[in-house]
């Protein structure tokens, strides 16, 4: 099996301070938390409830570093919090951040079922335990029709599957995203089935990439990034990595996630980064970054060929799109 490179951000590249401060104004105005003592690069609500601090309390101290393929600049963190697509909060790239507050995170728990010997529904702090957070810094390209570098905070999802022991016939696991029409504005429309859903094939969610993100920049992960956990699947259009996720089901037969479901001509179930494969309405084949002027030449898997490219030996990816 090949060597997978963990991206790795020296302490110093992680919060510029300008970041830093456009994070603590963000707070002010956005969800008005208040910026309290912070933990090294960590801000956090008075207040913070038992999942914030069993993230503080778990990456306290240095953040480990990993040694980064490529040393990619970092997207700045006001691009990455104020351009965002989160339908549940409304269709607008700028809706996330507006109606973020709407986003209730406290309590939060996650849902693990289906086929695992052992199901269960845990508060989220009992997620976040040391061994989950063993590998914490992931600077990772994300990419739709944009795309941007991110030094993600989370963990393999396979250290978490693994807690409950899938069976031998986990062939799938389906994500689903909260549901709340109440507090969740674009819920009360029909833009999507609701919750919004997602599928992996078991090996790619095994993959050590796969990852369950709980933060960004050094600090926890802002509501419309997809507080408090999320899926990023860094070789996959970003539509595949749900946000805001409250169950995980093992599946023997594939689901249908919901964009395949909304248009399977425009969407398939697999959704790997391909340039040769064009979407319906546009070409794959160039992309934007967003702080950066022009187009850049889109990469086969995003650039993570290297990792992934195995998963789909023999797969007709014109086919398998
Ligand atoms: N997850 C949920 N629950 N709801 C959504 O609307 N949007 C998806 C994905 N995850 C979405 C979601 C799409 S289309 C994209 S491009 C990415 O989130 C965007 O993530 P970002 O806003 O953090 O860049």
């Known amino acids: 099996m090949a060597r997978y490179r963990y991206p790795a951000l020296p302490a110093s590249e992680v919060t510029p301070k300008a970041l830093f401060e456009a994070r603590r104004r963000f ?6 938390l208040g910026a309290a ?5 960590l801000l956090w609500p008075q207040g913070a409830s038992a999942w914030q601090e069993a993230l503080k ?6 953040l480990p570093t990993r040694r980064m393929a490529g040393g990619e ?12 697509n989160f339908y549940e909060l409304g ?9 973020a507050h709407k986003l209730v995170t406290d309590p939060w728990s996650l849902t693990i079922e289906g ?15 040391r061994e989950a957070l063993e590998e914490r810094i992931y600077r990772l390209r994300c990419v739709e029709a944009w795309s941007m570098v991110i030094p993600w905070i989370g963990f393999p ?8 022991d899938p069976t031998s016939r986990a062939k799938y696991v389906l994500f689903e995203s909260i549901l709340d029409p109440d507090n969740l504005r674009g819920q009360r429309r029909s833009i999507l089935d609701w919750p919004y859903r997602e599928a992996l094939r078991m090996d790619e969610a ?8 709980v933060g960004m920049y050094g600090e926890m992960m802002p509501n419309q990034n997809g507080a408090p956990i999320r899926l990023v699947v860094p070789w996959k259009y970003g539509f595949k990595s749900i946000k805001s996720v409250v169950r995980i089901a093992l599946t023997e037969e594939r689901p249908t996630p919901s964009w395949v479901a909304q248009n399977p001509e425009e969407y398939g179930f697999y959704a790997n980064v391909n340039p040769e494969v064009d979407h319906p309405r546009w070409s794959q084949a160039r992309e934007r970054r967003i702080g950066e002027r022009g187009y850049r030449e889109t990469l086969m898997f995003n650039g993570y060929g290297d990792e992934v490219a195995e998963l789909y030996a023999g797969m007709d990816l014109n086919r398998h799109y």
């Open 27 to 32: 707070l002010r105005r956005g969800v008005a």
């Open 37 to 41: 003592a912070a933990a090294p690069g």
């Open 57 to 62: 309390s778990e990456l306290d101290g240095e």
């Open 73 to 84: 600049a970092l997207t700045d963190y006001e691009d990455v919090t104020t351009y965002n």
């Open 91 to 99: 269709t607008r790239k700028s809706d996330p951040e507006v109606f």
């Open 115 to 129: 086929e695992v010997e052992k199901p269960g529904t845990l508060a989220l702090e009992d997620v976040l335990s």
């Open 157 to 164: 999802l396979r250290d978490l599957l693994q807690r409950h």
């Open 206 to 213: 095994m993959h050590p990439l796969t990852l369950l993100a």
